[in-house]
C-alpha cells in the first residue's frame, strides 16, 4: 500500500507549491495594480501617523494642515469654502482636488528614487513625513470673491481671477461648495446632490460658450482681415435658429443694422454667424487649437477639455459658440488674457513653490506660451470691447437654461488681472454687479505686474 | 537522549526562539505606533512555551519513539497563529490562548491512551453515530457564537463546540476500521487475480452500503445546515480514504466527477452557493458589497511585498473576519512572500510527516487511520488557502492550529496525538 501514500505525499506537495506560486502571482504580478486600487485606504491610513506634507496660501496661510494626536493625525481645512479646490485625502472616501493632483508631494514620495523607498517605507517602515506645497492663491482676493458670491446669493457659477501677465490664478471660486471637514457625517448626501457640490467648476465643468466666444471670433476675423468695426450689418438681430429654438439678441438694440461692436454689445448673434461663414471650420479650429480651449490646461489641479475635437456642425453653430465646444472658466480666463496682452496666451500658474526632499523650497519653473496668437493691431482694436467688462448669454445644453458668462480685465491701459465669472441659469444684472465690483478691485490693487510691461511690486 | 529526541528539543527550541523574536517585534511595534505596552502578548507567549515544553516532556515519557517533527510544527503553527490573532484583537488571543492550554491537556490525555487504539476500531458504529447524534442537535439546538450567520456551534454561557468537527475526525476512524476489515471483500471483486481473471469495473456493491450510508447521512446534515465547506471537505476526506484503501486512481476521477456535479447542482440550487461562486470568478464587479472581503484579502496579499510590512505594522484589519479564515492574508501582508512560504511549508512538513507515519504504521488500520487523520490536517488546509488567495470559491473552513476557532483547535490536537501515537506504534506490541 506504500504507493498511495508516496502519490498522496506528492500531489499534497503540489498543491502547497501552487499556492506558494498563486500568492507570488497577487504579490508581484498583480502587486502594483491592486496596491493603487481606490478601496486600497493604506496609502492613507498611514498619513495617520506620519504627518502629509501642508498646503500653504501665497502669504503662507495654511489651507489644509495634518493636526491631531501621534498616531491619530487628521487632515484639517480652515478654509471651507476652498473644498472643492483643494479637495480630500481620506482612507474612506478616496483623493481629489489639488489633495490628488499633488499628493507625491504631499505624501512625501515624489523625488524619492526607488530604492530609497523600498529601504525606509517598506523594510524599515519609517517613511518620512510629507512635504509642503503653496499655491498661488491670495486669500485677499479669494475673500473678496467669496463675498461677492455670498451676497448675490449665488447658487452654482464659478469665479476665475487670474494675473494676466504671469497666468498666476489668484482666486478660484466655485459654487455650491461644500465642506470637506465634515465629510464623515455628509459623504452620501454629498455624493447624491443634483447640483454636484463636489465639483470645482471653474476646472472641471465644460460649459457652452455662446456669447463669450464672439470677441475671439471677431478678434480672428480681423487678424484675417475679414471684419471691419465699422461696416454695419443689416440683419443682425435676426435670431440664429438653434435645434429649433430662435435665439435672439440679447437686449433689444435700437435698429437692425448693428456694427461689430455694438453686436457684442446687445448679444445679437447674427455678424458673427456670417464671420464664421468666411473664415471657416479649419482657421477657427487653428484657432481654438492656439487659444488652448482644445485641451485640458497644464496645471496641478484635475482639468478637463472639450471631449469631442472633431467639429462636424455648421460653421455658424461654430462660431457663435453653440457648438460642440465646450470650455471651463479657466479655459476662458488664459483667452482672455491673450486678448488682453497683446496676443500672447500666458500658461496658467497654480503651484508657487514646492517643498524638496532637503526641505528647501522650489519654485517650478512652467513652460510659457510665447506664440502671438493675435498682432498687437488686432488686440487694441477688440480689447476696448471687452475692458468694462463682457457680459454674454450662452445656451445651455438642457432645455431653456442660459448661463451667463463675464469677461473682463482691469487697468484697461496696463492690465493686472483677468476677471472671468459663469453663473449657471444666467441672471445679467447679478453677474454685471458682481463683475464690476470684481473689476474694481482689480483697478485698485497694485500688486501684480501689469501685462504691457510696467508696474507691480508683488512676486 | 536518542538522535530523534534530540532533533526535537532543537526544533522546539527554534520554535521557541521565533515566538520569543516574535513577540518582541510586536511589542516594539505596538509600541511606537500605539505607545503603549501590551503585557497580553508576554502572557501569551509564556504560555505556549509552558504548553508545548510539557506537551513535549509527556510525549517523550509516554511515547518514546514518536515521530520527532509533528509536535514542534504543530505547536510553531498554533504560537503563530495565537501572535496573529492577539495582533488582532486581544479578546480573541486570549480565548485562543485558553483553548491551546485545553487542547494540550487533551494532548497529553491522548497520548497516555492505551497503545494499539483498537477500541475506536471496534466500536465504529457507536462512535459515529454519537457524531451524527451531536451534529444533528444543531439542527434544532444550533447557536452561532457571533451571534449571527450559519448556526453550526452547540453550547452557551462562552463555550461553544462545532460537533462537525468532531464528527469528521469520527468519521475518518469510521472509514479507516471499516476499510480495513472489509478491504478484501470491497475490492476483489474488480482485482485481477487467478481466481478473477475478468476484473468487475465497481467494487461489490453490498459491501460498499453501510458506508455510504454512514458517509450519506453525514452529508445530510451537513447540507441541510448549509455548511459547504465542511461538506466538501467529507467528500474529499471519502475520496481520499478510498484510493488509500484500494490504490485505484479510479476511485480520485470518480469522485472528482461526483463531486463536480454536486457542486454544479448545488450552484444550480442554492442561492449561497451561487453568490459564492460569482464572488470568486469575478470580485471586481462589487468590490465594496459581496466581494469585500476577498477583493480586501487580495490588496493585503499585494501589500506584503517580499517580507512584509512588519509585525504590527501592516493593515490587516481591514479585512473582515480576519482572524479565523483569513489568518493567512494576515500573515502575507506582514510577513511577505517569505511568511507565505513558511506557512505552506510548515503546514506541507506536517503532511509529509503525517503520511510517513501512515507508511510504517503495522496493519492497514493504523496505516488507514494515519492517512485520513492526516487528510484531515491537509484537505483544510488547501481548501482555505485556496479560497483566501481567489484560486477556488471561499469555503467557510479554517487554517488546522493557526485559525481562531477552539473545536477546531482541540481536534487538530486530538489528531496530532492520535498520529504520535501511531508513530510510535510499530514499536508496540499490538
Given at each position: ?14 498543491m502547497?507549491a501552487?499556492?506558494?506560486l ?36 501665497q502669504?503662507?496661510?495654511p ?49 524619492r ?22 499655491v498661488t ?21 464659478a469665479?476665475v ?17 461644500y ?14 446632490d443634483?447640483?454636484?457640490?463636489l ?6 465643468a465644460?460649459?457652452?460658450?455662446g ?15 475679414y ?37 457684442l ?27 488652448g ?9 484635475p482639468t ?16 457663435i ?11 476662458l480666463?488664459?483667452a ?27 519654485i ?16 487694441s ?20 437654461q ?13 492690465p493686472?488681472?483677468?476677471?472671468v ?26 500688486s ?10 508683488g512676486? | 537522549m ?76 498554533s504560537?503563530?497563529g ?10 480573541f ?31 465504529r458504529?457507536?462512535?459515529l ?43 475518518v476512524?469510521?472509514?479507516?476500521s471499516?476499510?480495513?476489515d ?13 481466481q ?26 451537513l ?37 463536480f ?37 487580495l490588496?493585503?496579499l499585494?501589500a ?33 512572500l ?7 511549508g ?29 487528510a ?5 488546509a ?18 488546522p ?13 486530538v ?16
Amino acid at each position: 500500500m506504500s504507493h498511495q501514500f508516496h502519490r498522496l505525499s506528492l500531489a499534497f506537495s503540489l498543491m502547497f507549491a501552487l499556492v506558494a506560486l498563486t500568492v507570488g502571482y497577487w504579490n508581484f504580478v498583480e502587486g502594483p495594480s491592486l496596491l493603487a486600487r481606490a478601496d486600497n485606504p493604506r496609502r492613507y491610513l498611514v498619513e495617520r501617523r506620519v504627518p502629509r506634507g501642508s498646503i500653504y496660501a501665497q502669504d503662507g496661510t495654511p489651507l489644509a494642515i495634518a493636526t491631531g494626536p501621534a498616531g491619530q493625525l487628521v487632515r484639517e481645512y480652515p478654509y471651507p469654502t476652498l473644498s472643492p479646490l483643494i479637495g480630500y485625502a481620506s482612507p474612506l472616501f478616496g483623493i481629489a482636488g489639488l489633495e490628488a493632483a499633488a499628493d507625491g508631494v504631499l505624501h512625501g514620495d515624489a523625488g524619492r528614487s526607488l530604492l530609497e523607498v523600498y529601504w525606509t517605507d517598506d523594510v524599515l517602515n519609517a517613511p518620512p513625513p510629507g512635504r509642503a506645497v503653496t499655491v498661488t492663491l491670495d486669500l485677499a482676493w479669494q475673500n473678496i470673491v467669496e463675498t461677492g458670491l455670498d451676497e448675490a446669493q449665488v447658487e452654482a457659477g464659478a469665479v476665475v481671477v487670474m494675473e494676466a501677465a504671469t497666468g498666476k490664478l489668484r482666486a478660484l471660486a466655485s459654487r455650491p461648495t461644500y465642506d470637506a471637514n465634515l465629510l464623515a457625517d455628509q459623504w452620501e448626501t454629498l455624493t447624491t446632490d443634483p447640483r454636484a457640490p463636489l465639483l470645482n467648476r471653474p476646472t472641471m465643468a465644460l460649459y457652452q460658450p455662446g456669447g463669450a466666444l464672439w470677441p475671439f471670433i471677431l478678434a480672428e476675423a480681423l487678424q484675417h482681415n475679414y471684419g471691419d468695426l465699422d461696416a454695419t450689418f443689416p440683419f443682425a438681430t435676426d435670431p440664429i435658429i438653434i435645434s429649433g429654438q430662435p435665439l435672439p439678441c440679447h437686449t433689444v438694440p435700437p435698429e437692425t443694422a448693428l456694427t461689430l461692436g455694438e453686436a457684442l454689445q446687445y448679444g445679437c448673434a447674427q455678424p458673427f454667424t456670417i464671420l464664421g461663414k468666411r473664415l471657416g471650420t479649419s482657421v477657427l479650429v487653428r484657432n481654438f487649437t492656439a487659444l488652448g480651449f482644445l485641451e485640458a490646461p497644464a496645471i496641478t489641479l484635475p482639468t478637463v477639455a472639450t471631449p469631442n475635437t472633431t467639429f462636424t456642425e455648421s460653421v455658424a453653430l461654430m462660431a457663435i459658440g453653440q457648438g460642440q465646444l465646450t470650455l471651463t472658466p479657466l479655459h476662458l480666463a488664459q483667452a482672455t488674457a491673450a486678448l488682453a496682452c497683446g496676443g500672447v496666451r500666458p500658461t496658467p500658474q497654480f503651484i508657487a513653490a514646492v517643498e524638496a526632499p532637503d526641505r528647501q523650497h522650489i519654485i517650478p519653473t512652467l513652460p510659457t506660451t510665447t506664440t502671438q496668437i493675435y498682432s498687437s493691431e488686432v488686440v487694441s482694436a477688440v480689447a476696448p470691447l471687452l475692458a468694462q467688462g463682457y457680459t454674454a448669454n450662452a445656451l445651455a445644453g438642457k432645455a431653456g437654461q442660459t448661463n451667463t458668462w463675464f469677461m473682463g480685465f482691469a487697468p484697461a491701459a496696463n492690465p493686472r488681472y483677468v476677471i472671468v465669472i459663469l453663473l449657471e441659469g444666467g441672471d445679467a444684472a447679478k453677474i454685471e454687479a458682481l463683475g464690476q465690483m470684481l473689476l474694481a478691485q482689480a483697478e485698485a490693487n497694485v500688486s501684480a505686474p501689469g501685462c504691457r510691461g510696467e508696474g507691480g511690486s508683488g512676486n | 537522549m536518542n538522535l530523534a529526541s534530540r532533533h526535537e528539543v532543537t526544533l522546539l527550541g527554534l520554535a521557541s526562539a521565533f515566538m520569543v523574536l516574535a513577540a518582541a517585534t510586536l511589542g516594539v511595534s505596538n509600541y511606537f505606533r500605539f505607545e503603549t505596552y501590551d503585557w497580553e502578548i508576554a502572557l501569551g507567549v509564556g504560555v505556549w512555551a509552558v504548553c508545548a515544553w510539557v506537551a513535549f516532556f509527556f510525549a517523550r515519557r509516554a511515547l518514546p519513539r514518536h515521530d520527532p517533527y509533528l509536535l514542534p510544527v504543530a505547536y510553531l503553527l498554533s504560537g503563530w497563529g495565537l501572535l496573529l490573532i492577539g495582533r488582532l484583537s486581544t479578546g480573541f488571543g486570549l480565548r485562543q490562548m485558553l483553548w491551546l492550554m485545553v487542547a494540550t491537556v487533551v494532548l497529553v490525555g491522548v497520548m497516555h491512551l492505551p497503545g494499539n487504539l483498537r477500541w475506536l476500531r471496534r466500536f465504529r458504529y457507536t462512535w459515529l453515530l454519537l457524531g451524527l447524534g451531536l451534529t444533528a442537535l444543531t439542527l434544532f439546538f444550533g447557536v452561532n457564537p457571533s451571534g449571527m450567520g450559519q448556526e453550526l456551534w452547540l453550547g452557551g454561557f462562552g463555550i461553544y463546540l462545532q460537533p462537525a468537527e468532531v464528527l469528521k475526525l469520527l468519521l475518518v476512524a469510521f472509514l479507516a476500521s471499516y476499510l480495513a476489515d472489509r478491504r478484501e471483500q470491497l475490492f476483489e471483486a474488480h482485482t485481477r487475480s487467478a481466481q478473477n481473471p475478468k476484473p468487475a469495473v465497481f467494487p461489490t456493491f453490498s459491501y460498499l452500503v453501510p458506508m455510504l450510508l454512514m458517509w450519506g447521512f453525514s452529508m445530510l446534515i451537513l447540507l441541510i445546515q448549509r455548511d459547504l465547506g465542511m461538506s466538501t471537505l467529507f467528500f474529499s476526506l471519502f475520496i481520499v480514504m478510498l484510493y488509500l484503501a484500494s490504490g485505484r486512481l479510479r476511485y480520485v476521477v470518480m469522485g472528482l466527477c461526483l463531486l463536480f456535479i454536486a457542486a454544479l447542482s448545488a450552484y444550480l440550487l442554492f442561492d449561497v452557493v451561487r453568490l459564492r461562486v460569482e464572488a470568486w470568478w469575478n470580485p471586481w464587479l462589487d468590490p465594496a458589497g459581496r466581494s469585500y472581503q476577498i477583493v480586501q484579502s487580495l490588496i493585503a496579499l499585494a501589500a506584503g511585498g517580499l517580507f512584509g510590512r512588519g509585525f504590527g505594522l501592516g493593515f490587516p484589519g481591514l479585512i473582515p473576519v480576519a482572524h479565523s479564515d483569513f489568518i493567512f492574508a494576515v500573515v502575507v501582508e506582514e510577513w511577505g512572500l517569505a511568511g507565505a512560504i513558511a506557512v505552506v511549508g510548515l503546514l506541507a512538513a506536517l503532511i509529509v510527516r503525517g503520511l510517513r507515519v501512515g507508511l510504517i504504521a503495522p496493519g492497514i488500520f493504523n496505516q488507514l487511520l494515519a492517512g485520513g487523520l492526516t487528510a484531515l490536517l491537509g484537505l483544510p488546509a488547501l481548501l482555505i488557502l485556496g479560497g483566501v488567495i481567489k484560486l477556488i470559491p471561499l469555503t467557510g473552513l479554517t487554517l488546522p492550529f493557526m485559525s481562531y476557532g477552539g473545536s477546531s483547535l482541540l481536534v487538530n490536537f486530538v489528531i496530532l496525538g492520535l498520529l504520535l501515537h501511531l508513530s510510535n506504534a510499530e514499536y508496540q506490541k499490538v
